[in-house]
C-alpha cells in the first residue's frame, strides 16, 4: 500500500485460521513501485524492505479452520486466559448470529453467555493461559460466534462462518463436499440429504479428464419419491404446486413438465401424476410411480439412479413424514429440474453451470425452496438477488446469488471501510444500493456482454468444481481480482490467491492457443501447478463468491516450460525407449498390447502421443505399449 504524504499508512488486516497467540506486526518500505506488475517485488530477497517498524498484536481466541460445512471438527485455540478450566460455547439460536458484514464492522462482540448454548466443550488453560481444543460444529449456514471463558461468561470470542453445500462446495473434516438436497450432510432436514465427496484437488497430477464431476439423483427420481411421501394422488397436486410456486418466483421455465408420452420417466406429468389418464404411464401402469417402481423401470432401460440405495432408505422411513415434507421434496425436484435443464433418473453436475451459464434469465429467478435450501436461511448480506444496480434487493435468494455471474463492478484489493465494494453508501447520499455491486445474469449468455481480458502468470492450483468445470489459479493478475479473490469461500474452500479460471466441459473444444503450440487440449492435459501460462477470457465477477474470474476461457497457452518434441519410440526395446523419453524430460506409463502378428513381440509396438508432437516436461505422460503373444499361434 501507498503512504500518506506524511508517511502515514492506514489498512485492515484480516487474519484468518492463525492459533490464539502473541504476534507481531511489522511493516517497511518498499523501494519498487508497488504497481500491478510488481506487486509482489517487495517479497523478493533481491529488494528488501528498509526502515521496518512493528507492533504487537494478541490473538486471545481463533477456530481453525474459521469458515466450514455443518458437521466440522474445528480446532478452538486461546492465549491470555486465566489458568484452570475453561468453557468453550456455541450458540447456534439467533441470538448469537453475527449480522455484520465482515469481521472490520464488528468490534469486539461477544458472544452470549453460556446459558442455552447448544454446544459446550471444556479445555484446560496452562499457566501461560494458553488451551486448545476441538469442536463440532453444527448449525444453519450463517455466521456466528464461538465464546470462551472460565465462567458462564465469554471474555473473548471469535467469528466462524458455517456455509451452505447445497449446489456448493464446502470443507467438511476436510473433504471436499456438495448437496443437491439439504445443505450438508449433519442437515435437520436429514431425510432429504444428497450430498457427495468431490475429487476436486488436481494440482500436483493434473487433471483426470474421465472424471466429468458428481452425478446426482435426478429430479425424475425425486418427484417419484414425492408420490411415495403422502396419499394417492398427492404427489401431483405436491408437484404442481411446487412448480407454481417456481413460476411465480420468475422460473418462466419448467422442462419436461407436460404430459409427454414418450418420455414417461422423464417428465413430471407422467411420474406423478399418470394414473389419472387412459392408459397410465406405461412404466408405473395406471397409478403415478412410486420410487421402487420408478428405480425398476430405469434399471430395466439399462441404467442405474444413483445413490438408488440412499434414496430407498430415505423412502421406507418418509411415509411417516407430515405433508409438508412430500412438498418439501417437490420443492427440490423442481429446483433440480431448472437446475440440471430437464427431468431424469440423474443429474450431472456438468449440466447445472451449462444450463444457468447459457440462460441469464434464470439467475435473476428465485430459487424455488422455502422449505429447504436457501431461502430457508436468512438473506446474503448484501443480497445480490437485484434486477439492476437502482433496483431493491428481491426478498429472498435468486439462482444468481448462488451460482450466476455478472459483469465485474470492483476491482479493489483494499478492503478498508471506506471504500470496500459490497458495502452500501451512505444513508446521506443519493446513490443506489450497493453501487459496485455485480447484477446477476448482466453478463449475458455464456458470460459474452462481458470483456474478454487476458493475463498471464504463474498457476497456483487446480480444482474440479461440483459443476465438473476445470478450473485453475493464476496469480499476477492483481488487475482483474478484487479482495474478495484473496478471502476462502463461504464453505471453507481456499481462495484463488489470484483470478480463478474456469473452463465449463461444454467448452473445452473451443477454447484456441497460439501458433506454433500442442492444441489446448493438451495443454489443458499437461497443466501443472507451477506452471506460467497465459490465459483469455470473459472477465466476469462471480455473484456468490463476489471475486472475479475468467469464465468461460477462450484460449490458454503455457509460456513456461516451452513445449518440446516427442521422440519416435516404436520398434525400440522398452528400456531404450523409456530412457529416450525420460531424456526429454517426459513421463513414462508402459502397457502391453497383443500382437497377432508376432512382428513386434518385446519391442514397442504404438506409443500415445506419437513421436514428433509436442509436450511438456514434467507432466505430458508418454504411454508406450509393448507386444506380447496372444492365445492364437504366431503365423
Not at 502473541?22 to 526502515?51: E, K, L, M
Not at 422449505?371 to 437502482?390: D, G, Y
Not at 499437461?526 to 475468467?550: F, P, S, Y
Request: proline share 9%; hydrophobic share 40%; glycine share 12%.
Amino acid at each position: 500500500m501507498l503512504s500518506d504524504g506524511s508517511g502515514s499508512i492506514n489498512t485492515v488486516l484480516k487474519v484468518i485460521g492463525v492459533p490464539a497467540g502473541a504476534y507481531t506486526i511489522q511493516a517497511g518500505t518498499c523501494h519498487v513501485q508497488p504497481t500491478p506488475a510488481s506487486f509482489r517485488a517487495c517479497q523478493d530477497p533481491a529488494n528488501p524492505t528498509t526502515g521496518a517498524a512493528s507492533t504487537p498484536v494478541v490473538i486471545n481466541l481463533s477456530s481453525a479452520p474459521s469458515s466450514m460445512g455443518s458437521g466440522t471438527n474445528v480446532n478452538i485455540t486461546g492465549f491470555g486466559f486465566p489458568a484452570g478450566s475453561i468453557n468453550v460455547w456455541l450458540d447456534v439460536g439467533s441470538n448469537n448470529i453475527d449480522q455484520a458484514p465482515d469481521d472490520m464492522f464488528t468490534g469486539t462482540t461477544l458472544a452470549d453467555d453460556l446459558a442455552g448454548s447448544d454446544t459446550t466443550v471444556t479445555a484446560v488453560a496452562g499457566p501461560s493461559g494458553a488451551f486448545s481444543t476441538k469442536m463440532m460444529i453444527n448449525g444453519d449456514p450463517h455466521l456466528y460466534r464461538i465464546g470462551a471463558g472460565p465462567s458462564s461468561h465469554a471474555i473473548a470470542s471469535t467469528r466462524i462462518n458455517i456455509g451452505s453445500c447445497f449446489l456448493q462446495e464446502c470443507v467438511i473434516n476436510g473433504v471436499d463436499t456438495v448437496c443437491l438436497g439439504g445443505r450438508s450432510p449433519s442437515d435437520h432436514l436429514g431425510l432429504f440429504n444428497i450430498c457427495k465427496q468431490v475429487d476436486f484437488n488436481y494440482s500436483d497430477s493434473g487433471y483426470d479428464l474421465t472424471n466429468l464431476g458428481p452425478v446426482f439423483p435426478g429430479a425424475g427420481a425425486l418427484a417419484a419419491m414425492v408420490n411415495d411421501l403422502g396419499l394417492p394422488g398427492t404427489g401431483c397436486i405436491a408437484i404442481n404446486l411446487a412448480e407454481t410456486y417456481a413460476a411465480n418466483l420468475g422460473n418462466l421455465v419448467i422442462p419436461d413438465s407436460a404430459y409427454d408420452f414418450g418420455k414417461q420417466l422423464s417428465d413430471f406429468a407422467d411420474i406423478n401424476c399418470a394414473g389419472g389418464f387412459p392408459g397410465g404411464n406405461p412404466a408405473c401402469g395406471f397409478i403415478p410411480c412410486t420410487l421402487p417402481t420408478y428405480i425398476a423401470a430405469i434399471a430395466i432401460g439399462g441404467h442405474s439412479v444413483p445413490d438408488a440405495g440412499v434414496l430407498l432408505a430415505a423412502d421406507a422411513v418418509g411415509h411417516l413424514a407430515a405433508p409438508v415434507a412430500q412438498y418439501a421434496l417437490a420443492e427440490i425436484a423442481v429446483a433440480v429440474d431448472i437446475a440440471c435443464g430437464y427431468v431424469a433418473y440423474h443429474c450431472d453436475g456438468k449440466d447445472i453451470t451449462m444450463t444457468i451459464l447459457q440462460n441469464p434469465a434464470i439467475q435473476q429467478a428465485g430459487i424455488p425452496t422455502h422449505f429447504a435450501q436457501p431461502p430457508i436461511s436468512s438473506v446474503l448480506f448484501p443480497n445480490p438477488c437485484r434486477a439492476s444496480v437502482s433496483a431493491p434487493p428481491m426478498n429472498g435468494n435468486c439462482w444468481g446469488g448462488l451460482i450466476g455471474w455478472g459483469k465485474v463492478a470492483c476491482t479493489q484489493l483494499d478492503n478498508d471501510p471506506k471504500s470496500t465494494c459490497d458495502v452500501p453508501p451512505s444513508p446521506a447520499t443519493a446513490a443506489p444500493p450497493f453501487p459496485r455491486l455485480p447484477i446477476p445474469g448482466s453478463a449475458g449468455a455464456d458470460n459474452k456482454l462481458a470483456m474478454r481480458m487476458c493475463t498471464t502468470g504463474r498457476v497456483v492450483g487446480l480444482s474440479m468444481g461440483y459443476d465438473g468445470d476445470l478450473s485453475f489459479d493464476v496469480d499476477n493478475s492483481f488487475a482483474l481480482v478484487n479482495y474478495h479473490n484473496f478471502d476462502p469461500g463461504p464453505g471453507g474452500t481456499d481462495a484463488p490467491n489470484g483470478v480463478d479460471v474456469e473452463m465449463p466441459w461444454y467448452s473445452l473444444g473451443a477454447i484456441t492457443t497460439s501458433p506454433g503450440n500442442p492444441p489446448a487440449i493438451v495443454q489443458i492435459e499437461a497443466l501443472r501447478k507451477g506452471m506460467t501460462v497465459t490465459v483469455c477470457g470473459q472477465w466476469v465477477a462471480d455473484m456468490h463468491m463476489l471475486w472475479n474470474e475468467l469464465h468461460p476461457a477462450s484460449s490458454l497457452t503455457i509460456v513456461s516450460p516451452k513445449p518440446t518434441a516427442i521422440p519416435n519410440v516404436i520398434g525400440e526395446d522398452p528400456a531404450v525407449a523409456t530412457q529416450a523419453i525420460r531424456a526429454r524430460g517426459f513421463v513414462v506409463a508402459q502397457e502391453t498390447t497383443v500382437d497377432p502378428t508376432c512382428r513386434r513381440l518385446n519391442i514397442v509396438a504404438s506409443q500415445t502421443p506419437v513421436g514428433g508432437g509436442l509436450g511438456y516436461p514434467g507432466s505430458t505422460i508418454v504411454t508406450i505399449r509393448v507386444g506380447v503373444k496372444g492365445t492364437n499361434p504366431c503365423p
